[in-house]
């Protein structure tokens, strides 16, 4: 998994102009009624990368959205905390319920002005409950499930159901099934 860091007291113009750019259009679309034409040229303005049949409720709180890809048929409800300068690919047919923190990025110990990102990544068919917290460098599996209230702090297998602080697997799901 590769890791990049970013120094934060030392970033160029063009950085800084795409920062501000992105947390007002974040603002607009939060103040924005839902489910217009407005709304929607704001949602994809912020997340360019975002597949057909997605939809985000807002409020939303995302930092560096431009590193941010949402494939098809996504679901994110309201509340959700996208920190982003690791990269967040989120796949498709993917749930993420209320208040779920996607963490890509944390600071350095020595230098908290550096910031040491890895990228996360939502497998296909996957639902993350309420208030869940998945943190740098993690990988969801391919239809699995993270439980509510979770703090997912390594990569989950695909098919498995994880639950708990840190998270924990709890069982394997039948596929035979889905």
Known sequence: MEETRIDCAH???????LAKEQMQLAF??????????????????LF????????????????RAHNVKIGRNVGIMNGCLMMSAGGIIIDDDVQIA????????????????????????????????AGATILPGVTIGENSVVGA??????????????????????????????
């Open 48 to 63: 360019p990368h975002m597949g057909e049949g997605s939809w985000i409720r807002t409020p939303i709180t995302v930092v």
């Open 98 to 129: 209320a208040n779920v923190q996607l963490i890509s990025n944390n600071h350095d110990l020595d230098n908290r002005m550096v910031i040491v990102c890895k990228p996360v990544h939502i497998c296909r068919r996957v639902w993350i409950g």
């Open 11 to 17: 970033q160029s113009e063009a950085e800084l102009a």
């Open 149 to 178: 209230g979770s703090v997912v702090t390594h990569d989950v297998e695909p098919d498995t159901i994880v639950a708990g602080n840190p998270a924990r697997v709890i069982r394997k799901i039948d596929c035979r099934t889905c």
């Open 28 to 45: 607009r679309l939060n103040q924005t009624m839902p489910m217009t034409d407005e709304y929607n040229d704001l949602l994809h303005r």
